[in-house]
């Protein structure tokens, strides 16, 4: 037998050394392995091959094959995790563990069929899975050579920003090529669809209180209107009120006098109306720093959108979206001048009085906003049983995300579709969280909110909301500034909306008996 | 990004790491520095340079060869060793005519004739010609454009201020700092008071907290009249405007802009950041030619309801000051060299030092802005001073649209206006369609 000895130390210590030793270059080569193995997995995992394997969505590989990050003159590619996992010592593991999970959870439990893939790339959700710190990881400078006179502009505005801005509010397409998105003044937009079919001459005729059809002069564009007869209710919501907010409160009793009010959304049909008799290029809203007037001319009209203001829907018979309540004021003033009658936008306590059309109840019809909304395990696993709000209102859990035809829902009791869910609808009062209880004691005839404020109500909810802010009580309010952040022009317009998408109104009508009878 | 002297961006992230490498010795006080604006106390000395160190020898042309160009071009000349001016541009021939004459006889530097280009794109000749620096001393209605044209053709920049006269050519300024940073160019500004010793030494004991913090300053340039010129019976109207040019708004900004700006320069440097909205009142009273005002009194706000209050006058017989007073919470300051306790008690004061004869041994802020320029340049230390400049320079309009308006204008309107001041189109020596309109605020009674 042959010993082997070091040093002539004695066996047993030898041994115990021998041993520490093979555990030594066991564990080395164990962690190495596991490491390898590791390091193997992670990039075996972040293949574009691999990615593509399960992200099944129409046209993921095939918008990226035609965008700017895989089809460059640089001939450089940039693969799906250099995007949608941060850089490497930035939370790249960590957040490639979390989008593992995620997209096993969605492989084997979900059906591609039924996602919504359109939704999810919108830039409020692609935020969540486009990394900012991996677009600066490449692109480090803002100023490159060659830079244009507008992206100068728009990088220091970006920068100015500090962080409200992600690279994609901008350059969306980057990754995925697609060809209906403009970041761009659209000057086609509305103007190059041609419709054959009669022309109005004549505005419609009110022919005592009753509904009426408006016609538009010189367009093709005609649009319902529904006799309200006034009355009394009580406005607001009680605290019992299953997801009601402070602002809803107190509950006043108001009485309305009679109007006509718009049976559906302003729809594009009649926007569109507006925008081509009015439409303006190269108006701005600073013309004060040179002549100290702010006004803009009463019937002056909105230049063209940036982007697409339809977000690629459709026009037609969709309510139009986007634009400002200037905007939506300007055309009221404009179809009120078309028509020879008196337009304008609803009062809150208006908008509300027509949209509970005498009930009293959290919506127009039947229903327990309390039921409606999911809660807890269960309710996630097993759905709740919302037939009966989806046959009126198009809202968060059945629109995919988009609007939708007055044709596809059910009425309220006065025949008015969509005053909940699908667009919010801009108001005439400034909004104000008590604005219920400014007012004075005592019964309100016909209030008109208060005084002055910073922004508008808009109300009804939207496509948007989950079924606790569709609600007749609910009240929201607009958000100037936060809808006009990704605007690039100097100055921001003041027509469109560069990034709110669920806004839209519905015109009143005033009645005024002595005039109609003439 | 904050407004502090001679700190660019790059140099900050270095000395950021600097502190970092410190590591846990200090990790106590940059926790407080950093979580609440107690200051440290400690001194931090400025230093300066006497003279540019040797390199690679420089080459600098000058686009506005009058007054000032000269004056920056003998400045440029005295930063150090090896650099030397070989180029000039400007609109009028009898300008380069002078600016040649007086490079010979006070400096013996010969300009080529090649080298010296005449009219509205003499600028862009000389930008093709081998300069390292350029030099831009035009009205300040050109700068945006010709400081564009030099980062794009990667030339180091001096420029006078003010460098812009509306917010879209203050923009223009911005980017286009942030393109000569990227770039490694290196880029002074003609806003002197932060390359003086003694204001940079107040400044330290300010950011070592002997005053405190800062609750309030006033900043003024109220002198006599400038001056004007003439219109001669063979000018154009374009060249009568340009030789008059301090008295017209397009090419000047005003005087709120054009001269006191030095003024709340200091306020913003001292402050560290640009107001956010401005009041304010000016007129027009005894001003000769053009459509300036010659009067202003602003009410600048910084956030937090800090107040600058800023006056400028351009009339004979008035009480005349030039000065920036700053307060702070432990003492005031005059920014120039002085500092005191509440109660009026000295507690620094800075003086330059002079030889015999009372001549001063340190260079003048106009010498020390090209010895930094060229130090920078051959050291690597980069400078950047553009934005900064800018946008104390839309302060300054900021000011003066309030005053034109007579309304409240905000810094956020600033950076979204897109107001253009000066002729459309393309710029001749012939009739300019601008009237001599002065600003009136507000409406009358009807």
């Given at each position: 037998?042959?010993?082997?000895?070091?040093?002539?130390?004695?066996?047993?210590?030898?041994?115990?050394?021998?041993?520490?030793?093979?555990?030594f270059?066991?564990?080395?080569?164990?962690?190495?392995l596991?490491?390898?193995?590791?390091n193997?997995?992670v990039?075996?995992?972040s293949?574009?091959?691999?990615?593509?394997s399960?992200?099944i969505?129409?046209?993921?590989?095939?918008?990226?094959?035609?965008?700017?990050h895989f089809?460059?003159k640089?001939?450089i590619y940039?693969?799906?995790?250099?995007?949608?996992?941060p850089p490497h010592g930035?939370?790249?593991?960590?957040?490639?563990a979390k989008?593992?999970?995620?997209?096993?959870?969605?492989?084997?439990?979900?059906?591609?069929?039924?996602l919504?893939?359109?939704?999810?790339?919108q830039?409020?959700y692609?935020k969540?899975?486009?990394f900012e710190?991996?677009?600066?990881h490449?692109?480090?400078?803002?100023y490159?050579?060659?830079?244009t006179?507008?992206g100068?502009?728009?990088h220091l505005?970006y920068?100015?920003?500090?962080?409200?801005?992600h690279?994609?509010n901008c350059?969306?397409t980057?990754?995925?090529?697609?060809?209906?998105?403009?970041?761009?003044?659209?000057?086609a937009?509305?103007?190059s669809?041609?419709?054959v079919?009669?022309?109005?001459?004549?505005?419609?005729?009110i022919?005592?209180f009753?509904?009426?059809?408006?016609?538009?002069p010189?367009?093709?564009?005609?649009?319902?209107?529904?006799?309200?007869?006034?009355?009394s209710?009580?406005?607001?919501s009680?605290?019992?009120?299953?997801?009601?907010?402070?602002?809803?409160?107190?509950?006043r009793?108001v009485?309305?006098?009679?109007?006509f009010?718009?049976e559906?959304?302003?729809t594009?049909?009649?926007y569109l109306?507006?925008?081509?008799?009015?439409?303006a290029?190269?108006?701005?809203a600073?013309a004060y720093?040179?002549?100290?007037k702010?006004?803009?001319?009463a019937?002056?009209?909105?230049t063209?959108?940036?982007?697409?203001p339809?977000?690629?829907?459709?026009?037609?018979?969709?309510?139009?979206?986007?634009?400002?309540?200037?905007a939506?004021?300007?055309?009221c003033r404009?179809?009120?001048?078309?028509?020879?009658?008196?337009y304008?936008?609803?009062?809150?306590a208006?908008?509300?009085?027509?949209s509970?059309?005498?009930t009293?109840t959290?919506y127009f019809?039947?229903g327990?906003?309390g039921?409606?909304v999911r809660?807890g395990?269960?309710d996630?696993?097993?759905?709740?049983d919302?037939?009966?709000?989806?046959?009126?209102?198009?809202?968060?859990?059945?629109s995919?995300?988009?609007?939708?035809?007055p044709?596809n829902v059910?009425e309220?009791?006065?025949?008015?579709?969509h005053?909940?869910?699908n667009?919010?609808e801009?108001?005439?009062d400034?909004?104000a969280e008590d604005?219920?209880a400014?007012?004075?004691?005592?019964?309100?005839i016909d209030?008109?909110?208060p005084?002055?404020?910073?922004?508008?109500?808009?109300?009804g909810?939207?496509?948007r909301?989950?079924?606790?802010n569709v609600r007749?009580?609910?009240?929201?309010?607009?958000?100037?500034?936060q809808?006009?952040?990704t605007d690039?022009?100097?100055?921001?317009?003041?027509?469109?909306?560069?990034?709110?998408?669920?806004?839209?109104?519905?015109?009143?009508?005033?009645?005024?008996?002595h005039?109609?009878?003439? | 990004?904050g407004?502090s002297?001679?700190t660019s961006?790059?140099?900050f992230?270095?000395n950021?790491?600097?502190?970092?490498?410190?590591?846990?010795?200090?990790?106590?006080?940059?926790?407080?520095?950093c979580?609440?604006e107690?200051?440290?106390?400690?001194v931090?000395e400025?230093?300066?340079?006497?003279?540019?160190p040797?390199?690679?020898p420089?080459k600098a042309?000058?686009?506005?060869?009058g007054?000032r160009?000269t004056?920056a071009?003998?400045n440029?000349?005295?930063?150090?060793?090896d650099?030397?001016?070989?180029?000039?541009?400007?609109?009028?021939?009898?300008?380069i005519?002078?600016?040649?004459?007086e490079m010979?006889?006070?400096?013996?530097?010969?300009?080529?004739?090649?080298?010296?280009f005449?009219g509205?794109d003499?600028?862009k000749r000389?930008?093709?010609?081998?300069v390292?620096?350029v030099i831009?001393?035009?009205?300040p209605?050109?700068?945006?454009?010709?400081?564009?044209?030099?980062?794009e053709?990667?030339?180091?920049v001096?420029?006078e201020k003010p460098?812009?006269?509306?917010?879209?050519?203050?923009?223009?300024?911005?980017?286009?700092?942030?393109?000569?940073?990227?770039a490694?160019?290196?880029?002074?500004?003609?806003?002197?008071?932060?390359h003086?010793?003694d204001?940079n030494n107040?400044l330290a004991?300010?950011?070592?907290?002997?005053?405190g913090?800062i609750v309030?300053?006033?900043?003024?340039?109220?002198?006599?009249?400038l001056?004007?010129?003439e219109?001669?019976?063979?000018?154009?109207?374009?060249?009568?405007?340009?030789?008059d040019?301090?008295?017209?708004?397009w090419?000047s900004?005003?005087?709120i802009?054009?001269?006191?700006?030095h003024?709340?320069?200091?306020?913003?440097?001292?402050?560290?950041?640009?107001?956010?909205?401005?009041?304010?009142v000016?007129?027009?009273?005894r001003?000769?030619?053009?459509?300036c005002?010659?009067?202003?009194?602003?009410?600048?706000?910084y956030d937090?309801?800090?107040?600058?209050?800023s006056?400028c006058?351009q009339?004979n017989?008035c009480?005349?000051?030039?000065a920036?007073?700053?307060r702070?919470?432990k003492?005031?300051?005059?920014?120039r060299n002085?500092?005191w306790?509440?109660d009026?008690n000295?507690?620094?004061?800075y003086?330059?030092p002079?030889?015999?004869?009372?001549?001063?041994?340190?260079?003048?802020g106009y010498?020390?802005?090209?010895?930094?320029?060229?130090?920078a340049?051959?050291?690597g230390?980069q400078?950047?001073?553009?934005e900064?400049?800018a946008?104390?320079?839309?302060?300054?309009?900021?000011g003066?649209q309030?005053a034109?308006?007579?309304?409240?204008?905000?810094?956020?309107?600033?950076?979204g206006s897109g107001?253009?001041?000066?002729p459309?189109g393309?710029?001749?020596?012939?009739?300019?369609?601008?009237k001599?309109?002065?600003p009136?605020?507000?409406?009358?009674p009807?």
């Amino acid at each position: 037998m042959v010993k082997i000895t070091f040093f002539n130390l004695p066996e047993n210590e030898m041994k115990k050394i021998f041993n520490g030793k093979v555990l030594f270059i066991t564990g080395l080569f164990v962690a190495s392995l596991v490491i390898f193995l590791g390091n193997k997995a992670v990039s075996w995992t972040s293949t574009d091959q691999f990615c593509a394997s399960c992200h099944i969505h129409p046209h993921s590989t095939d918008s990226w094959k035609r965008s700017t990050h895989f089809d460059n003159k640089r001939g450089i590619y940039v693969h799906c995790v250099e995007c949608h996992l941060p850089p490497h010592g930035e939370g790249h593991l960590w957040e490639k563990a979390k989008t593992g999970m995620r997209d096993l959870y969605g492989k084997w439990f979900k059906d591609p069929e039924n996602l919504n893939w359109e939704a999810k790339s919108q830039i409020e959700y692609a935020k969540n899975h486009t990394f900012e710190s991996s677009c600066i990881h490449c692109h480090e400078n803002n100023y490159p050579l060659g830079l244009t006179q507008e992206g100068r502009e728009a990088h220091l505005y970006y920068e100015e920003q500090q962080g409200d801005l992600h690279c994609i509010n901008c350059h969306i397409t980057v990754g995925h090529y697609d060809p209906d998105r403009l970041h761009e003044q659209n000057t086609a937009f509305g103007i190059s669809e041609e419709v054959v079919a009669e022309v109005y001459t004549e505005p419609g005729m009110i022919d005592g209180f009753n509904d009426f059809t408006e016609y538009i002069p010189g367009s093709t564009v005609s649009f319902e209107m529904v006799a309200i007869p006034g009355g009394s209710f009580p406005m607001g919501s009680p605290p019992t009120e299953p997801f009601r907010d402070q602002d809803e409160g107190p509950v006043r009793e108001v009485s309305v006098s009679s109007f006509f009010m718009g049976e559906a959304e302003v729809t594009w049909d009649e926007y569109l109306a507006f925008f081509k008799q009015t439409g303006a290029q190269g108006k701005t809203a600073d013309a004060y720093l040179n002549t100290g007037k702010a006004e803009v001319d009463a019937i002056s009209g909105p230049t063209p959108p940036w982007g697409a203001p339809d977000q690629g829907w459709g026009k037609g018979k969709l309510p139009a979206i986007t634009m400002t309540h200037h905007a939506a004021e300007v055309y009221c003033r404009w179809l009120s001048r078309v028509t020879g009658k008196s337009y304008r936008l609803p009062t809150e306590a208006e908008w509300e009085y027509a949209s509970r059309a005498g009930t009293t109840t959290p919506y127009f019809f039947e229903g327990d906003p309390g039921k409606f909304v999911r809660h807890g395990i269960i309710d996630r696993i097993f759905g709740v049983d919302t037939a009966v709000i989806n046959s009126y209102v198009n809202y968060a859990e059945n629109s995919a995300l988009r609007t939708t035809r007055p044709a596809n829902v059910k009425e309220n009791p006065f025949g008015l579709v969509h005053t909940l869910g699908n667009v919010a609808e801009l108001c005439s009062d400034w909004y104000a969280e008590d604005a219920y209880a400014q007012y004075p004691d005592g019964a309100l005839i016909d209030p008109t909110g208060p005084e002055s404020g910073q922004e508008y109500v808009i109300r009804g909810g939207s496509y948007r909301d989950g079924a606790e802010n569709v609600r007749s009580a609910s009240r929201s309010h607009t958000l100037t500034e936060q809808w006009l952040k990704t605007d690039p022009q100097i100055p921001k317009s003041i027509w469109w909306y560069s990034d709110c998408t669920h806004v839209g109104f519905r015109v009143v009508c005033e009645y005024n008996e002595h005039e109609i009878e003439e | 990004m904050g407004l502090s002297a001679k700190t660019s961006r790059r140099r900050f992230l270095e000395n950021t790491a600097a502190i970092g490498a410190i590591g846990a010795i200090g990790a106590g006080q940059l926790v407080r520095a950093c979580t609440s604006e107690s200051k440290t106390g400690e001194v931090e000395e400025p230093v300066m340079l006497d003279k540019a160190p040797e390199g690679e020898p420089l080459k600098a042309g000058v686009v506005g060869c009058g007054g000032r160009g000269t004056g920056a071009a003998f400045n440029f000349l005295n930063a150090g060793p090896d650099v030397n001016i070989t180029a000039a541009a400007d609109l009028f021939q009898d300008r380069i005519d002078k600016f040649r004459q007086e490079m010979k006889e006070e400096k013996g530097v010969e300009l080529d004739d090649a080298n010296c280009f005449l009219g509205f794109d003499a600028y862009k000749r000389l930008l093709d010609t081998d300069v390292d620096v350029v030099i831009l001393a035009t009205p300040p209605y050109f700068r945006p454009d010709h400081f564009l044209a030099c980062v794009e053709a990667r030339k180091h920049v001096f420029m006078e201020k003010p460098v812009a006269v509306d917010p879209v050519g203050a923009r223009s300024i911005m980017a286009a700092s942030k393109q000569a940073e990227a770039a490694g160019l290196n880029v002074v500004t003609g806003t002197q008071r932060r390359h003086q010793r003694d204001y940079n030494n107040v400044l330290a004991r300010v950011k070592a907290g002997m005053i405190g913090d800062i609750v309030a300053s006033n900043v003024y340039w109220n002198q006599s009249k400038l001056w004007h010129r003439e219109k001669q019976p063979d000018w154009t109207e374009m060249e009568y405007m340009i030789r008059d040019w301090v008295n017209w708004i397009w090419l000047s900004g005003d005087h709120i802009v054009e001269q006191h700006i030095h003024n709340i320069d200091v306020s913003n440097w001292f402050v560290g950041k640009a107001p956010v909205e401005a009041v304010g009142v000016g007129s027009r009273q005894r001003r000769v030619t053009g459509n300036c005002y010659d009067n202003f009194s602003v009410d600048f706000v910084y956030d937090r309801e800090v107040h600058m209050h800023s006056m400028c006058r351009q009339i004979n017989d008035c009480a005349n000051e030039v000065a920036e007073q700053l307060r702070g919470s432990k003492g005031y300051t005059n920014c120039r060299n002085t500092v005191w306790d509440p109660d009026g008690n000295q507690l620094y004061a800075y003086e330059i030092p002079v030889d015999e004869n009372d001549k001063p041994t340190v260079n003048n802020g106009y010498d020390q802005e090209h010895v930094d320029l060229v130090a920078a340049i051959r050291t690597g230390e980069q400078i950047v001073e553009a934005e900064e400049t800018a946008r104390t320079n839309l302060t300054a309009i900021m000011g003066r649209q309030a005053a034109y308006t007579g309304k409240k204008v905000t810094w956020e309107e600033m950076m979204g206006s897109g107001l253009k001041l000066g002729p459309e189109g393309e710029l001749t020596m012939g009739p300019v369609d601008i009237k001599a309109l002065v600003p009136v605020p507000g409406s009358a009674p009807e």
